[in-house]
T-cell receptor, first 113, second 120 residues
Framework: QKEVEQNSGPLSVPEGAIASLNCTYSDRGSQSFFWYRQYSGKSPELIMFIYSNGDKEDGRFTAQLNKASQYVSLLIRDSQPSDSATYLCAAIGITGGGNKLTFGTGTQLKVEL | EAQVTQNPRYLITVTGKKLTVTCSQNMNHEYMSWYRQDPGLGLRQIYYSMNVEVTDKGDVPEGYKVSRKEKRNFPLILESPSPNQTSLYFC???????????????????FGAGSRLTVL
């Protein structure tokens, strides 16, 4: 079982719609969670991090964390073609002494005109 | 500008020819790490360093070496490259490692631009 799992996609949404990206993790001791965006051939760039159960909003982005269900999601409102990228979910768990950041394999998002 | 700088950005080499990929950060970060990214496998950690002179293996350390003699630099060394090391490599750094970064975001990684390595 992968430690951080994401659907590889592609997830296609029309411009202006809400894109919902999901991630599950296996290490129940995980405490910090991150969403990165990566354009093809480029480096990952942070969108948001979340630490507490519930929602965290930043502009068009909302991260949601449910530790009981071991589930993290990222909502993108009013999706734009420029949001087309691969979205990486990552978690820091207690495995590796609390220093191991594990990435999912990413979900490819396509925002269509 | 705060950044992580990797060099070279692109390299084509042959099997067995030693090479070094440099990584430097100007943010006074304690933690530095190397990842490789391959299609379908995502980002996998090669080595990481908690601070100067402190390094440890990640998930895929075989065939690689690192050193951390100065806080700002964390070079990745391929002593005898093989074709299975053809990949996209990223260096990353953060103020604090892992959970020690807590809720402040001090553990957020900043990535370098990447180094695309081809071993023939």
């Amino acid at each position: 079982q992968k430690e951080v799992e994401q659907n590889s996609g592609p997830l296609s949404v029309p411009e202006g719609a809400i894109a919902s990206l999901n991630c599950t993790y296996s290490d129940r001791g995980s405490q910090s969670f991150f969403w990165y965006r990566q354009y093809s051939g480029k480096s990952p760039e942070l969108i948001m991090f979340i630490y507490s159960n519930g929602d965290k909003e930043d502009g068009r982005f909302t991260a949601q964390l449910n530790k009981a269900s071991q589930y993290v999601s990222l909502l993108i409102r009013d999706s734009q073609p420029s949001d087309s990228a691969t979205y990486l979910c990552a978690a820091i768990g207690i495995t590796g002494g609390g220093n191991k950041l594990t990435f999912g394999t990413g979900t490819q998002l396509k925002v269509e005109l | 500008e705060a950044q992580v700088t990797q060099n070279p950005r692109y390299l084509i080499t042959v099997t067995g020819k030693k090479l070094t990929v440099t990584c430097s950060q100007n943010m006074n970060h304690e933690y530095m790490s190397w990842y490789r990214q391959d299609p379908g496998l995502g980002l996998r950690q090669i080595y990481y360093s908690m601070n100067v002179e402190v390094t440890d293996k990640g998930d895929v350390p075989e065939g690689y070496k690192v050193s951390r003699k100065e806080k700002r630099n964390f070079p990745l060394i391929l002593e005898s490259p093989s074709p299975n090391q053809t990949s996209l490599y990223f260096c990353a750094s953060s103020f604090r490692p892992g959970l020690a970064g807590g809720i402040t975001g001090a553990n957020v990684l900043t990535f370098g631009a990447g180094s695309r390595l081809t071993v023939l």
